[in-house]
């Protein structure tokens, strides 16, 4: 095996750029799907509008990507008092030809509850490539004004707000000085994030979600330097190795130290999972969820049979792989 | 909540209609993306013909709903002899603008070998709305020339053929008639996949995955008929419920029965799971399998970090997040 790996060095920068082709077509589709569902869009939240509790029945049947990060405390809140779920390509909306596809916000909206004063929480997810190598969805903490005694996240979410203006306030000379010693309010999250019990924080601690510290700049200069040294390399150019550009090994610790300052580690994979499965599958989950309601309701002039349940009712979708217009997702 | 179902029953229709205009978009962005993909496949083609055995790799580092099925025996022939995968949109490579473009054909090139004769085996997938309401991925059974005592499906394979090509002779007799007694043959199947071990069957019994039998006028007919519907409802019209124009709801045990014939019922799943998570990703696939091996392998002047071991060697994709472009797959 190290044979063919030393026979075949060349092909891995060819794999890998072809890679970033089809990562490129990938993200020319996000573009082409939002601009054909946007007027699909518009017509299902006046739809929605007129249906009482239809995204907190879709948050009840969301896929366990989301599902287990709530706790049964934020299951009163969220599925009692939030009234609209939106996602929105917010660089799309701005500049739909060359906007990045792939940032987006999620807006939770809530009626009155006891937890909190907000009626609106919005996130945003940024993509953004790093120095060091990092790729992916970043955010900033989002606070919320808990009501007396009610801060469900405990403080973590105040706490991981200041750390985070902290870091902004100073990052490049902790990054260069390959900081080893935590500040003081570092020190107070990671004691307060190992305090946490076996049962595991509270969904609104996704709202703290963080990632990476990246700014745009950083990540428009680290992809401009990458494309320009794909071209070389397809015009048939020998390109230094990207390894000797990027920061000292030793900084691939930070990332450990930046996931132990997280308070909410999976925050990219729910927003994702929110934005391209949620968002885009609402209605299959509100009829999903209507179609349990069904089971639980006698008909007197209907036969119902358990094992055809999805078939019960008026104009029911067709009872098998309703999900399956563009593959299974069994 | 029954209240609230009795409140709404005009919602149900349009939420259908909604999403079925959101199931247009997701087929027509399969074709844009076949259409802005095709050159990338044909330039990953060429590349991974120098590269031998790639796609027994990428096979190896399948995910689970094809890993799953895969048995030690069959290992023994698909990692050691398959010489290539190809998935191809038939429909869209006959017509462009207007073929499904769900339709699909999986082609696997095999090497000689002690099990079978032959070079090629293929097997066709088409998306099919079937009158008793199935929406889905159906296919034929493809039988494979074993070499003798050598039949890993040990005579499976060749009764769903005889037993498929049976239903296709008499068909409409046997469902108008409600068929409930099964033809020998369908005795013979039936009986010999009850008597499969604990272990399951070979992963070759996906070749005789059938799915429904539905045929194209079929299909195209009751599409015709939905978007009548559609059409009308959208328009105002009342439109009488779909229901009433579907086979008897007993049929719906037809389902049950073609399940107890079928050797391989999540034939679909698995060539989904081909199509559109293994074809697209071969890349990623086989760079982890890479990943996996230099792991084992001693590098004298690159001291390994064994956590980063996404970064190790040349022009290695950065380490986290590599496949998230259009989303986290975590």
Redesign the interface.
């Known amino acids: 095996?190290?044979d063919?790996?030393e026979d075949?060095?060349v092909?891995?920068?060819?794999?890998?750029d072809?890679?970033r082709?089809?990562?490129d077509?990938?993200?020319?589709?996000?573009r082409?799907?939002y601009i054909?569902?946007k007027p699909?869009y518009a017509?299902?939240a006046e739809?929605v509008a007129?249906?009482?509790k239809f995204w907190a029945l879709v948050l009840e049947q969301a896929p366990v990507e989301i599902d287990e990060y709530i706790q049964p405390t934020d299951a009163n809140v969220l599925y009692s008092h939030l009234t609209n779920l939106t996602v929105s390509r917010f660089s799309l909306e701005e500049d739909e030809k060359k906007g990045d596809p792939?940032n987006f916000l999620v807006r939770f909206e809530f009626s009155e509850n006891e937890y909190f004063e907000d009626r609106v929480i919005e996130k945003k997810f940024w993509w953004r490539?790093s120095k060091d190598?990092?790729?992916?969805?970043v955010s900033e903490p989002v606070t919320i004004k808990w009501k007396e005694g009610k801060d469900l996240t405990e403080g973590l979410l105040d706490l991981a707000k200041a750390v985070y203006d902290e870091q902004l306030a100073a990052p490049k000379e902790a990054k260069k000085g390959k900081q080893t010693e935590l500040t003081e309010k570092q020190k107070t999250l990671k004691k307060k994030i190992s305090e946490t019990g076996m049962g595991g924080v509270s969904f609104f601690c996704f709202f703290g979600y963080v990632g990476e510290i990246v700014s745009e700049e950083e990540s428009k200069e680290v992809i401009a330097k990458e494309n320009e040294r794909r071209k070389k390399r397809q015009a048939g150019e020998k390109v230094k190795?990207?390894?000797e550009d990027m920061e000292d090994?030793e900084d691939?610790d930070d990332?450990e130290e930046d996931d132990e300052l997280d308070i909410f580690p999976?925050g990219?994979?729910v927003a994702?999972t929110i934005?391209?499965e949620l968002w885009?599958n609402a209605?299959?989950y509100?009829?999903q969820a209507?179609d349990q309601?069904?089971d639980?309701?006698d008909f007197e002039d209907f036969e119902e049979?358990d094992e055809?349940e999805e078939?019960s009712?008026?104009?029911?979708?067709?009872?098998?792989?309703?999900r399956?217009?563009?593959?299974?997702k069994?």
């Open positions: 095996m190290a063919q790996i075949t060095p092909y891995y920068e060819e794999l890998y072809l890679e082709e089809f990562e077509v990938e993200v020319e589709i996000i082409q799907q054909l569902s699909l017509k299902r739809l007129k249906i009482p792939r490539h190598g990092f790729e992916g969805l190795d990207e390894d090994e691939l990332d999976p990219d994979v994702v934005a391209d885009p209605i299959k509100f009829t209507q309601d069904l639980d309701v049979d055809e078939n009712g008026n104009a029911r979708p067709p009872k098998k792989h309703k399956c217009a563009s593959g299974c069994h």
